[in-house]
């Protein structure tokens, strides 16, 4: 009987099963209808909120977005292509590049352009180095030279005019090529212009390293604009004449003859220069002019019969002359040759002049005057002398007109200048003194028969040594040097050149000068404070408006 009541109780338990089971997969399909239902709302939301790409590329959002920090390395790539495509062209064409240096050094002087304009020549400027090493200051870099200066400057004259071209050369790949300029000895830093000839500018040329003989320290003076102008200059040059230095008669001007800047001014101005003994030697071949730099003994007569010899040579049928300055030169103490130049009118004094207005000299020095050019004749029609630097000028009188000879005034004091002689040791005041003209340099010239041709025979006189001295010849600051190259051109009638000044520049002088208080000002308030503080603020302004996305 039990067991049947069990069996009566089973089916309604099952069933009781049957229908918990069929209530939860209601539920679960619910559930499910109701989460399919959901995301299909949702779905339906997002497109109708799906705004058109056009206000989306205008929405505050996007230009916040990623797609902002896509463009902003889009135009960090655009920014590197453009300092590429500048730099390639700065290096192509190097006068787009500013120059910043001191006293523009890495740009061409008016005096280099008219020289580089008038080359009509192939012309080839060959570095010694490779132009890494150029670039890199690596020449010459033990004494402190910017050699680079000499790469930059060589290419913006092969810009300027495309007749001249740049190249580089090593020499310890390529030894042979200084076996063409053996007599040269060419090193790394020197330069090789070849154009109608060849010539050799020497790292020497384009810089100078000076020594402290106290501190020790270094100068460095560079003249690359100068010392290259000149070197394309002589190697375009139709012929180089002679400019031949008597070195017999213990001559003042050339203490150290190799260095003399009046050397250095006429070889860039396309004559060569050679040394020679009047006495002892034959002029040299193709001399056209002879210099006697400030002698201290008197000339012999076989001396003087050479100088006539060669002033008058009927076989010669270029102009010729001969250049004499003086170191207050007593004329009793060299008889010979003052009678030699009285011959061709001009009659040394034993007097210098001084100057009484304070405008007209120098270094509170009366007799460190500035002259005044003569007006009988001109130089060089395109060529001004506005500070002509005489000191210690000898005097001497002209006259107008000797046995065919020409005689003019090169050079005159002011008419508020005064002569002592130059062991005065009188204390009277300038004031008391008489006060006019005095010519400081004279020219004579006559006209010599050559065959069927007449050439221009000059001799001239410079009363001051010190007027072809280191630091005033080969300053801007003076026309010393223009002048020189002008008159040594006039004698020896060469012309279609323009006068090259090789003018040291200190490429290390200290340019700023600032105050102890105002290297503080600048780098505590500027630097250490006032930029970081710039920054910091940015930072927030920037900070606080992304907050706000």
């Known amino acids: 009987m039990e067991d049947k009541k069990m069996n009566s109780k089973q089916p309604g338990k099952a069933a009781e099963l049957k229908k918990s089971e069929y209530v939860k997969d209601k539920e679960k399909q619910a559930a499910e209808k109701a989460e399919t239902d959901r995301i299909h709302t949702q779905m339906e939301e997002r497109k109708k909120n799906k705004k058109p790409l056009k206000e989306k590329l205008r929405s505050q959002k996007f230009r916040h977005s990623a797609a902002a920090s896509a463009i902003t390395v889009l135009g960090l790539v655009v920014l590197i292509l453009i300092n590429v495509v500048i730099s390639a062209l700065g290096a192509k064409f190097p006068s787009m590049n500013l120059d910043l240096t001191t006293g523009g050094m890495n740009s061409l002087s008016d005096t280099v352009k008219k020289v580089i304009d008038g080359v009509n020549n192939q012309t080839n400027i060959i570095i010694m180095g490779t132009e890494e090493q150029v670039r890199n200051n690596e020449i010459l870099s033990s004494y402190n030279v910017k050699y680079s200066q000499v790469g930059i400057i060589a290419g913006k004259m092969a810009e300027r005019n495309s007749k001249i071209s740049v190249t580089y050369k090593d020499l310890d790949k390529d030894p042979t090529f200084a076996t063409k300029y053996s007599s040269e000895n060419l090193a790394s830093g020197d330069v090789v212009v070849e154009g109608k000839r060849s010539y050799v500018v020497k790292s020497t040329d384009l810089f100078n390293v000076q020594s402290d003989s106290q501190t020790g320290s270094q100068q460095v003076y560079t003249q690359v604009g100068d010392a290259l102008a000149a070197g394309v200059s002589n190697a375009n040059s139709d012929n180089l004449p002679v400019v031949a230095f008597d070195t017999g008669h213990e001559e003042q001007l050339f203490s150290s003859p190799i260095n003399s800047p009046v050397k250095k001014?006429?070889?860039?101005?396309?004559?060569?220069?050679?040394?020679?003994?009047?006495?002892?030697?034959?002029?040299p071949d193709h001399t056209q002019l002879i210099f006697i730099g400030a002698p201290k003994t008197d000339y012999t007569d076989d001396e003087i019969k050479k100088l006539d010899a060669f002033l008058s040579s009927a076989s010669n049928s270029n102009d010729r002359g001969l250049i004499v300055s003086t170191a207050v030169l007593d004329p009793t103490?060299?008889?010979?040759?003052?009678?030699?130049?009285?011959?061709?009118?001009?009659?040394?004094?034993?007097?210098?002049?001084?100057?009484?207005?304070?405008?007209?000299?120098?270094?509170?020095?009366?007799?460190?005057?500035?002259?005044?050019?003569?007006?009988?004749?001109?130089?060089?029609?395109?060529?001004?002398?506005?500070?002509?630097?005489?000191?210690?000028a000898q005097t001497m009188t002209v006259s107008s007109s000797v046995n065919g000879i020409t005689?003019?005034?090169?050079?005159?004091?002011?008419?508020?200048?005064?002569?002592?002689?130059?062991?005065?040791?009188?204390?009277?005041?300038?004031?008391?003194?008489?006060?006019?003209?005095?010519?400081?340099?004279?020219?004579?010239?006559?006209?010599?028969?050559?065959?069927?041709?007449?050439?221009?025979?000059?001799?001239?006189?410079?009363?001051?040594?010190?007027f072809f001295a280191d630091g005033i010849v080969n300053a801007n600051t003076y026309s010393n040097g223009t002048w020189s190259a002008d008159l040594a051109k006039y004698m020896t009638g060469t012309t279609g050149s323009n006068a090259v000044t090789i003018t040291p520049v200190q490429t290390n002088a200290t340019d700023i000068s600032l105050s102890s208080a105002g290297s503080t000002m600048i780098g505590l308030g500027i630097f250490t404070i006032l930029l970081p503080l710039a920054c910091f603020i940015v930072g927030i302004v920037v900070y606080r408006k992304r907050r706000k996305l």
Do not use: H
């Open 333 to 392: 103490q060299v008889p010979k040759l003052a009678a030699f130049l009285k011959e061709w009118g001009i009659t040394l004094e034993n007097k210098v002049a001084m100057e009484t207005d304070t405008s007209k000299y120098i270094m509170e020095q009366p007799a460190y005057l500035l002259a005044q050019a003569g007006n009988d004749i001109t130089l060089n029609k395109n060529s001004s002398y506005t500070n002509l630097l005489v000191p210690m």
């Open 407 to 466: 005689t003019s005034a090169l050079m005159k004091s002011s008419n508020t200048s005064y002569t002592v002689s130059p062991d005065d040791n009188s204390n009277s005041s300038a004031s008391s003194k008489t006060k006019a003209e005095s010519v400081l340099a004279a020219v004579g010239r006559k006209t010599v028969k050559a065959g069927n041709k007449t050439a221009n025979a000059s001799v001239a006189v410079c009363g001051s040594a010190f």
């Open 265 to 283: 001014l006429f070889s860039s101005n396309n004559f060569a220069t050679k040394d020679f003994n009047l006495l002892t030697d034959k002029i």
